[in-house]
């Protein structure tokens, strides 16, 4: 069972993630790399470490970090003889890029603890001051593993974020989760920023920014966030954001050609071929609720069988215990 929850880092997410399981009654233990959080984060129930020794001594069961990824070497090299003292800790974190992740925490030499995890919540602000608890309303966790990894650190990280934090999870490994954040988060980043430099970029931009209204908005939000930070993230996956820039490229050339070429067909084509993910958003948004079941998990094989789950549109949502888990099965594409 996770009684205590070690967050390093209170930042936007590290901060409400702390906000959230302190308001739910989970003691929480924090560290950040500058102690300006700390007056409002302990009147908000967090115990706030002054380094990384007092966060362990404090005995987490789990411990985040939501520190940015390039401070996870340096992070990961104080924590790692820590560990070593306290070895039923688990690690996880909650970066949008995987595969990096896990290799820092190889390099680190401390895979055997490690669970990766992305909880898909964030807005375009930043710091401990954008912090909020509802944040991760609804949310849905993406949980990283491999087939070394161990079934009881797994569900460490389980049974803190459906537990405690109050949310779902699918469980993925880092390859099929980096080319999922790609296509619905890193390369949207990019084709957002890319529609603002165009705006910019004309000569009757101040026209256009008057008249903007709701699909500008919404379409744009995210290009809104700290510039270094969506650079930062886009670097972190470059090999499966290029693959789909490329590929956004070509439809938007093709769509040109065929506007150029007034072939109605494939213009018609080109706005119908979506309609599976139209016909998906509105049965999520005209459903009242969702269909629960329980699935058993395998003792092998059982990070393959979460996969398929994932797959069929299922999510965790709770457990009955240590083998049973309790499933919402919503709409799929």
């Given at each position: 069972?996770?009684?205590?929850?070690?967050?390093?880092?209170?930042?936007?997410?590290?901060?409400?993630?702390a906000r959230r399981l302190a308001a739910g009654g989970t003691?929480?233990?924090?560290?950040?790399?500058?102690?300006?959080?700390?007056?409002?984060?302990?009147?908000?129930?967090?115990?706030?470490a002054r380094d990384l020794r007092e966060l362990m001594d404090?005995?987490?069961?789990?411990?985040?970090?939501?520190?940015?990824?390039?401070?996870?070497?340096?992070?990961?090299?104080?924590?790692?003889?820590?560990?070593?003292?306290?070895?039923?800790?688990?690690?996880?974190?909650?970066?949008?890029?995987?595969?990096?992740?896990?290799?820092?925490?190889?390099?680190?030499?401390?895979?055997?603890?490690?669970?990766?995890?992305?909880?898909?919540?964030?807005?375009?602000?930043?710091?401990?001051?954008?912090?909020?608890?509802?944040?991760?309303?609804?949310?849905?966790?993406?949980?990283?593993?491999?087939?070394?990894?161990?079934?009881?650190?797994?569900?460490?990280?389980?049974?803190?974020?459906?537990?405690?934090?109050?949310?779902?999870?699918?469980?993925?490994?880092?390859?099929?989760?980096?080319?999922?954040?790609?296509?619905?988060?890193?390369?949207?980043?990019?084709?957002?920023?890319?529609?603002?430099?165009?705006?910019?970029?004309?000569?009757?931009?101040?026209?256009?920014?008057?008249?903007?209204?709701?699909?500008?908005?919404?379409?744009?939000?995210?290009?809104?966030?700290?510039?270094?930070?969506?650079?930062?993230?886009?670097?972190?996956?470059?090999?499966?954001?290029?693959?789909?820039?490329?590929?956004?490229?070509?439809?938007?050339?093709?769509?040109?050609?065929?506007?150029?070429?007034?072939?109605?067909?494939?213009?018609?084509?080109?706005?119908?071929?979506?309609?599976?993910?139209?016909?998906?958003?509105?049965?999520?948004?005209?459903?009242?609720?969702?269909?629960?079941?329980?699935?058993?998990?395998?003792?092998?094989?059982?990070?393959q069988a979460l996969l398929f789950s994932a797959r069929r549109?299922?999510?965790?949502?709770?457990?009955?215990?240590?083998?049973?888990?309790?499933?919402?099965?919503?709409?799929?594409?």
């Open positions: 069972m996770v009684d205590t929850v070690g967050v390093v880092g209170l930042g936007l997410i590290g901060g409400s993630l003691r929480v233990v924090a560290w950040n790399h500058r102690p300006h959080p700390y007056a409002q984060a302990e009147a908000d129930g967090i115990v706030c404090a005995a987490p069961d789990v411990v985040v970090l939501c520190n940015p990824l390039k401070a996870m070497p340096s992070v990961l090299a104080a924590l790692a003889p820590l560990l070593a003292q306290n070895p039923r800790v688990t690690l996880t974190d909650v970066g949008s890029v995987k595969g990096v992740v896990r290799e820092q925490v190889r390099e680190a030499g401390l895979e055997a603890c490690y669970v990766g995890a992305h909880p898909m919540a964030g807005n375009e602000l930043s710091g401990w001051s954008a912090a909020d608890a509802h944040l991760f309303d609804d949310a849905l966790w993406a949980v990283t593993v491999e087939e070394d990894t161990e079934y009881r650190r797994f569900f460490d990280v389980a049974s803190m974020i459906t537990q405690h934090v109050g949310n779902r999870l699918i469980v993925l490994d880092d390859e099929t989760h980096d080319k999922a954040a790609a296509m619905i988060s890193h390369m949207p980043h990019v084709v957002s920023t890319a529609l603002i430099n165009e705006l910019t970029a004309n000569p009757d931009r101040n026209i256009a920014a008057a008249l903007s209204a709701g699909c500008w908005r919404d379409m744009t939000r995210v290009a809104l966030t700290d510039p270094d930070r969506t650079r930062a993230m886009v670097e972190e996956d470059a090999v499966n954001v290029e693959v789909l820039l490329r590929r956004m490229a070509a439809r938007l050339t093709d769509m040109a050609d065929w506007l150029h070429d007034a072939d109605a067909s494939q213009v018609r084509g080109f706005f119908a071929e979506g309609d599976p993910f139209r016909r998906y958003k509105s049965a999520i948004a005209h459903s009242d609720s969702f269909a629960n079941r329980e699935l058993e998990i395998p003792e092998s094989g059982w990070q549109g299922e999510a965790i949502i709770g457990f009955v215990h240590l083998r049973q888990a309790i499933i919402q099965v919503r709409p799929s594409v």
